[in-house]
């Protein structure tokens, strides 16, 4: 069994109990909208991971750093469980179990996630447009747009939702004409 699928039969029952519980005390959107602040807190500093990681840390020490960093931005509910999984030695799975949450949250919301990668900053107006047209492509009626800027990408824009790609940048058409050249 390789190591992720491991961490992922950890981490799945306390996304679980996580949005349970959010949602018996009707804190869903806000148990969203803290952990995914908590997340993007994690992924712009490397050293809190480290240092929330490392097992040699006292459980004590993570616990005061977490309660400085979080205390008056998330919900008690959401500290709580980051203090709970210090205490059960889990808070190596805080990304995962995140990810998990984020997924089975927007499944129960019916929201579909798309990842957007642009050569330039999409403005507020061509984001909403965009979010108008993934709608209507998806027949959903909440998406949650994330958005990445590569400027490998040269021109254009690429797209994923779910399974499903669209590739509209420049690259992506220099590539598929490459590959025709090189076929024929």
Do not use: W
Request: net charge positive; proline share 1%; glycine share 2%.
């Amino acid at each position: 069994m390789s190591t992720q699928s491991t961490i992922n039969k950890i981490a799945v029952p306390y996304a679980e109990a996580l949005l349970e519980l959010s949602k018996s005390s009707n804190l869903l959107k806000e148990t969203t909208k803290d952990l995914s602040l908590i997340s993007t807190t994690l992924s712009q500093s490397k050293d809190l991971q480290l240092f929330l990681y490392h097992p040699l840390n006292k459980i004590f020490m993570k616990k005061n750093v977490l309660k400085k960093i979080f205390e008056n931005q998330v919900n008690d509910f959401v500290l709580k469980f980051l203090l709970v999984l210090v205490d059960r030695r889990r808070i190596f799975l805080l990304v995962t179990i995140i990810d998990k949450y984020l997924d089975l949250a927007y499944q129960l919301e019916s929201t579909i996630v798309a990842e957007l990668l642009t050569a330039v900053a999409l403005n507020e107006s061509q984001q909403n447009h965009l979010i108008e047209k993934i709608k209507m492509m998806t027949r959903s009626q909440y998406v949650k747009l994330t958005m990445n800027v590569d400027i490998s990408l040269i021109g254009g824009f690429y797209l994923k939702i779910g399974s499903k790609i669209v590739d509209l940048s420049l690259a992506g058409k220099l590539k598929q004409i490459s590959f025709y050249l090189n076929t024929n």
